[in-house]
């Protein structure tokens, strides 16, 4: 089973990047389909991005398109979020989840994962 550390999280001034990674261990890390979510204080996670096994698809939600970009290096065994232009109302706990896939699809639902890491704080002052 593969195991899931976010790290890159902190506090940051609204209009900075920030660039969030997913270190993956266990399992053959290609086999797993990926997402980002987030969890600001007081409401329901949320999608953020998504990318399947190979890397060669990807889903962003709509309000984000153009300000967060979904990577990920197979070799290294990670995923990366780049988070660009950051707003206050990014502040969330970010999680990275996976799951094994047969297919190359990006996933969007939580419901589809079944593994998470701990999350990483992002704070977004400004």
């Known amino acids: 089973q593969v195991q899931l550390v976010e790290s890159g999280g902190g506090l940051v001034q609204a209009g900075d990047s920030l660039r969030l990674s997913c270190s993956a261990s266990?399992?053959?890390?290609?086999?797993?389909?990926m997402g980002w979510f987030r969890q600001a204080p007081g409401k329901e996670r949320e999608f953020v991005a998504a990318?399947?096994?190979?890397?060669?698809?990807?889903l962003t939600v709509d309000f984000l398109i153009g300000r967060v970009t979904i990577s990920r290096d197979n070799a290294k065994n990670t995923m990366s979020l780049q988070m660009d232009n950051l707003e206050p109302e990014d502040t969330a706990a970010y999680y990275c989840?996976?799951?094994?896939?047969?297919?190359?699809?990006?996933?969007?639902?939580?419901?589809?994962?079944?593994?998470w890491g701990r999350g990483a704080q992002v704070i977004v002052s400004s």
């Open positions: 266990g399992r053959p890390f290609s086999t797993y389909a």
């Open positions: 990318i399947s096994r190979s890397g060669g698809n990807t």
């Open positions: 989840a996976a799951r094994r896939a047969e297919d190359d699809a990006p996933y969007a639902n939580s419901d589809q994962y079944d593994l």
